[in-house]
């Protein structure tokens, strides 16, 4: 490699680790037969757990932050629910949405987290996050049937490291990197497309029960070193 390909492979790495990425990724069904997606982002947060069952359905995931080219982004997809399933004490599940999300009920009068320990005690509760977010948005309703196992609609998910110590109480949440297929040693990933992406724009997946995912057509986003679809 030439002194010149070096600076501009170390240029491109520079402006890769101070840039800021603002992509918006849409997953797309292909088929009527069922299939469960999960994305990982490029600093190891996985988001929720996304399932479809008709064709054209379609479910958006927004992510930002700074240095998104340095880790690839991947885009899994099972036959069945990779998430861990926890029931209430005593073994019967209150409901089929506890026992998708992981969610144990909790018992009667018992603070669930530790803003609610410290309303209890008169404390103030001042809400923070890091400078750097992950967020998820879905841009219509889902059915009740189709959304068991989600969690809320929109979420927030600070970096790993910005990320407060759970606490222990009587409802255990299980955090949105463990609610994964690799934990969980059940569920193995039958399908998988994974890439480097950075910039600015939009980004469509085409998810399939029988077939790998693959990337579609891309709006302003770099990608490179893996599946890069078709610019748009």
């Not at 069904?29 to 359905?57: E, H, L, M």
Request: overall charge negative.
């Amino acid at each position: 490699m030439s002194t010149i390909e070096m600076l501009m492979s170390l240029l491109s790495l520079f402006a890769s680790l101070v840039s800021t990425c603002d992509i918006r990724a849409v997953l797309v069904a292909q088929t009527d037969g069922p299939v469960w997606a999960q994305y990982t982002f490029y600093n190891g947060t996985k988001s929720r757990i996304y399932f479809f069952k008709k064709a054209g359905k379609q479910q958006e995931i927004h992510l930002l932050g700074a240095g998104c080219g340095v880790k690839p982004c991947i885009l899994r997809t099972y036959k069945s629910y990779p998430g861990i399933k926890v029931p209430r004490s005593g073994g019967v599940p209150s409901s089929s949405e506890e026992v998708s999300a992981g969610i144990a009920a909790p018992a009667p009068g018992v603070p669930t987290s530790v803003e609610e320990v410290m309303l209890a005690r008169g404390s103030s509760v001042n809400h923070c996050c890091g400078n750097e977010t992950i967020s998820e948005e879905v841009p219509e309703q889902e059915s009740e049937e189709e959304n068991i196992g989600a969690p809320p609609i929109s979420e927030t998910v600070p970096e790993p490291e910005l990320r407060p110590a759970a606490a222990t109480t009587a409802r255990r949440r299980f955090r949105t990197e463990t609610d994964s297929a690799e934990l969980s040693g059940r569920v193995k990933a039958f399908g998988q497309t994974s890439s480097l992406l950075d910039g600015t724009g939009i980004v469509s997946y085409m998810v399939h029960d029988t077939l790998h995912p693959r990337m579609g057509l891309r709006v302003g986003v770099a990608c490179g070193f893996g599946d890069c679809g078709g610019r748009g």
